[in-house]
């Protein structure tokens, strides 16, 4: 892999070129839209960088970003910085939207990490690095807020480095003046820069009370990139200064191999630090070919896209947002997906936020968006021609950790629903709709309170369906503690043929999750064998709905006798027996009422523990053990047994005692009998809700 260098050259004498695609990504409200917006001025894309308080940031345009001011959604731009073509694209730092981020990272050369002096945010802060490091993709670090930071860089660092796994390379250091930063001093330039109010920084000479610190920290960064070159090694030990140029092909391949973090400072909200951070980027960051190598494409074949993410606009239908990782996709150009659709390239469109360009194609290595690629998904790989290609890369769906039972004011509305739905699905991988028959309910899962509000708020917004919400329905059970046996006689006379059945049946309780068993013992005859099926259907049609309101599980049912008429008996008239004997034998046989246990494993920062625990114990929880969390420095785990009614709103609360970073897993374990005023309480909703 070629390093570049400071001036522009590479230990080859070529520095790489053509369009890069970066991502900006860092923790909720580190300041990433504000960096974009900063980008977009200094490269005169726009006159003045926006604001996200202002709600006038070329990014976040969305209704629904605007009205909680932050980013639900990756927003694009395209930029020139001195005669090269860049795609930012800045992904969303809310743990609820974090999954947009991962669509997006395989396909870009570099990513900028978007950070702050907050202990409080260090958490999330690793969660974003642990994608990144999973994900394998070169990244830079941009300390923001510089302007108002209270403690020294080396003590920031300290902390940062606690939520990185690769170590971190500091390349700036600023200058104080009376507690306040104005200004850097870049350590492989051996510059000082004193910042300008949205402009690029002036170069100043070096104070002398600067020069101390200037060289302790220079040398520590040369001594973290000697690690990884013999020859700057041997200059140090040598107290011999290294060319300039091998520091940076060094600072360069150290990033593009992931062996280092680079550290840049600034403050985004006044374009400070912006250019150098430009300059970085364009020196040092990895371009499509090592990207290509990163995961697997080769050079050679047909022309190549990969999609990170698709939108539904109201004027211009379905927008699929890729970058093109070999060869050129123009308007017109019929793709096949790596799902195996084949389609037609509608438009090709360049975004700056929600400025969009129709332009004729989009050159390899360029971000663009294309429209109505019907049937194409997000992460799908497109290829031109009637060839499949092979998937570029995969990303599973997160787990869902909160749910909302949905249902239209209207049920003439109900078509709609479902069309929105799918929808809202098909933009955003990480909801899942499901329908559930069984409580007649529509329930949308996701990634947290927020995540679904702004889902709701999708539904009305865009789509004009107006929907409400509730929690969703249980699935409770019941089941029985004793042995019972009765007989259903049906028998009606009313002209012509009448109808006759006649069974016994014992019931019994069974082991938790056996289900329900039918045996026959008939002896005789007394219950003709064409018939058994129909007594059968029978107890399977009672079981559906018990006694207390519930489906009625792990019970055995045995025909033990009963009795035909050789005219009027009739598969119905058994199939009613069988109901009226369960009428009766069930209640006797003391019916129970059982709720869903799930198995839970909540994982938390380690100084949460105590906090944690409290919320899971406080829902009915059974803790069964405590462990660190494998491959998490500082982070622990909870394993617990929780009844299915106390889960709502538990992420609420994880994440509010753990900073907003706290998650958890959940599979179904086992039914368990529930008694008391608990259990007369639901059995009482049940019968209010179906008029009973």
């Given amino acids: 892999m070629a390093a570049t260098s400071g001036n522009g050259g590479s230990a080859t004498g070529k520095r790489a070129s053509g369009p890069r695609c970066i991502a900006i990504v860092g923790p909720f409200q580190s300041g990433k839209t504000t960096l974009l917006e900063s980008i977009l001025e200094r490269c005169g894309a726009v006159s003045r960088a926006g604001s996200v308080k202002a709600k006038n940031s070329a990014g976040d345009a969305s209704a629904e970003a605007r009205a909680h001011q932050m980013s639900t959604e990756p927003n694009v731009a395209t930029v020139d910085f001195l005669g090269e073509s860049y795609s930012f694209i800045d992904c969303p730092g809310s743990v609820e939207f974090l999954h947009e981020m991962r669509h997006v990272l395989p396909v870009v050369d570099a990513a900028v990490v978007v950070c702050e002096a907050d202990d409080r945010k260090a958490p999330a802060l690793e969660l974003v690095l642990r994608e990144l490091e999973e994900a394998d993709i070169p990244r830079f670090l941009f300390l923001n807020k510089i302007d108002t930071a209270t403690r020294r860089v080396r003590e920031t660092l300290g902390i940062l480095q606690r939520a990185s796994r690769t170590p971190l390379l500091l390349r700036q250091i600023p200058i104080w003046q009376k507690g306040i930063a104005v200004g850097f001093i870049d350590l492989a330039l051996e510059r000082a820069f004193i910042y300008r109010e949205h402009a690029p920084s002036e170069i100043v000479p070096l104070g002398s009370e600067e020069v101390g610190r200037e060289k302790e920290a220079r040398f520590s960064m040369l001594e973290k990139l000697a690690d990884y070159d013999d020859e700057l090694m041997e200059d140090l030990l040598g107290d011999m200064e290294p060319p300039q140029d091998r520091i ?363 906090r944690a625990s409290a919320i899971v114990s406080a829902r009915r929880g059974q803790i069964l053990g405590y462990d660190a969390r494998p491959g998490w420095r500082g982070w622990d785990q909870i394993n617990a047994l929780i009844p299915e009614a106390e889960m709502g709103g538990l992420i609420v609360e994880l994440r509010s005692a753990t900073s907003g970073v706290g998650s958890f897993s959940v599979r179904f374990d086992h039914l368990a009998e529930l008694a008391g005023k608990s259990a007369d309480a639901v059995v009482a909703a049940q019968a209010l809700a179906h008029g009973r």
Wanted: one cysteine or more.
């Fill in 248 to 610: 940076f092909d060094d600072l360069a391949r150290e990033l593009q191999h992931r062996h280092v973090v680079p550290v840049l400072i600034g403050a985004a909200e006044r374009g400070n630090g912006v250019t150098r951070l430009l300059k970085a980027l364009r020196h040092e960051a990895p371009s499509l070919p090592e990207t290509r190598g990163r995961i697997g494409v080769v050079e050679d074949g047909a022309p190549l896209a990969q999609v990170m993410k698709t939108w539904h606009s109201s004027q211009g239908g379905k927008i699929s947002l890729a970058r093109v990782l070999r060869g050129r996709l123009a308007e017109g150009d019929v793709v096949t997906s790596s799902s195996g659709v084949e389609t037609r390239i509608g438009g090709v469109i360049e975004l700056r936020g929600a400025e969009q360009m129709r332009k004729p194609a989009a050159e390899e290595g360029q971000v663009a968006a294309f429209s109505r690629l019907e049937g194409v998904r997000t992460g799908d790989a497109l290829a031109v021609g009637k060839v499949r290609p092979g998937v570029v890369t995969s990303v599973a769906p997160p787990e869902p950790v909160h749910a909302l039972g949905i249902s239209v004011k209207d049920r003439k509305d109900d078509v709609r629903l479902t069309a929105a739905l799918g929808r809202i699905a098909e933009e955003d991988p990480a909801l899942t709709v499901s329908h559930l028959p069984e409580f007649g309910e529509v329930r949308l899962s996701g990634q947290g309170e927020m995540h679904l509000r702004v889902t709701m708020e999708r539904l009305s917004g865009r789509y004009g369906v107006s929907a409400q919400n509730h929690p969703p329905e249980i699935g409770y059970r019941e089941t029985i503690r004793g042995k019972a046996s009765a007989r259903g006689r049906h028998r009606k006379q009313s002209g012509g043929h009448g109808q006759y059945g006649d069974v016994v049946l014992e019931v019994a309780p069974l082991e938790r999750g056996e289900g329900i068993r039918f045996v026959d013992r008939i002896t005789g005859g007394v219950v003709p064998r064409q018939y058994i099926s129909s007594v059968e259907a029978g107890v399977r049609d009672f079981c559906q709905n018990g006694p207390l309101g519930f489906p009625l599980v792990d019970i055995e049912v045995t025909l033990t006798d009963g009795s035909y008429h050789t005219v009027d008996s009739s598969d119905m008239a058994f199939r009613q027996a069988a109901r009226l004997a369960m009428a009766d034998a069930v209640p006797q046989a003391r019916s129970v009422l059982l709720e869903p246990i799930l198995a839970v494993e909540v994982v938390i920062p380690s100084d949460a523990m105590s």
